[in-house]
């Protein structure tokens, strides 16, 4: 573009002819405009080949299950989560433990604490949230799963959303079927929306409870999951196996 402006600075000042010089400005401005009209151009192209690389990018894919030893756990098993960090790709977060799990055919039990439900939770049918209110929960049925987390090398204010609750269907995709519903842990953090949150120092452990809502005409007992972590790579995720039961409780 330097160069081009150069040129006609150039020629106005070699020229005396007045119509020379009209001539000449009107060139760089053709030229100017054209440049910019190709600058334009070249940006919306741009644009919309980002578009077209974010629509075809694969890191939204659906979750596909793998049953592997090191991966597939059973109620009862103790198993290490990967953290990996940048300085170490090996890093242990925790330990987690799936200690039992149990099934009730209606969050209205009188069993349940209904002052540990949520006011609202997201509940995902075919992979599309819906929230659902306190006073549609009796439309559901409850799977609380007794768990418990030692910190071996993580922050301490731990999310618990990690720990996810997930169907895998006959060509095994891994669906989330709902966000926590019901969460009992020591030193639970309700500070700043922090709902999902409890703190566990270093080397420490915390059992908790948490349950989520299913409705089993959706997503079958044999087919239901507790993911750990939810939504890293394969190589580091587990599942548990909740070989659910739809009466009574399994240790």
Excluded at 37 to 47: F, G, K, P, Q
Excluded at 220 to 238: C, F, H, K, M, R
Aim: charged share 25%; with cysteine.
């Amino acid at each position: 573009m330097k160069w081009i402006i150069g040129g006609v600075e150039k020629l106005m000042r070699s020229s005396k002819n007045q119509k020379t010089k009209i001539a000449a400005v009107i060139l760089c401005m053709s030229i100017l405009l054209s440049a910019c009209s190709t600058e334009n151009m070249i940006r919306l192209l741009s644009a919309d080949k980002n578009i077209k690389d974010t629509s075809d990018d694969t890191s939204g894919q659906q979750m596909t299950y793998t049953e592997d030893d090191s991966t597939h756990h059973q109620i009862g098993d103790s198993f290490e989560v990967a953290a990996p960090t940048q300085d170490d790709q090996n890093n242990i977060g925790y330990i987690c433990t799936v200690e039992s799990v149990q099934y009730y055919s209606s969050v209205a039990d009188e069993e349940i604490d209904q002052t540990k439900l949520e006011d609202s939770v997201e509940y995902y049918t075919d992979e599309e949230p819906q929230t659902v209110e306190k006073n549609e929960y009796k439309q559901y049925g409850i799977v609380l799963c007794k768990m418990k987390l030692k910190n071996i090398n993580m922050p301490e204010d731990y999310n618990i959303t990690e720990c996810a609750f997930t169907s895998v269907d006959e060509n095994k995709n891994v669906h989330l079927i709902s966000m926590p519903v019901y969460f009992d842990a020591q030193e639970k953090n309700e500070e700043d929306g922090k709902e999902y949150h409890c703190e566990i120092p270093v080397g420490e452990e915390r059992e908790i409870v948490i349950g989520w809502l299913v409705n089993l005409n959706q997503y079958p007992a044999d087919s239901l999951y507790v993911q750990v972590p939810y939504g890293a790579d394969d190589e580091w995720v587990n599942y548990v196996q909740l070989n659910l039961q739809t009466e009574g409780k399994q240790e």
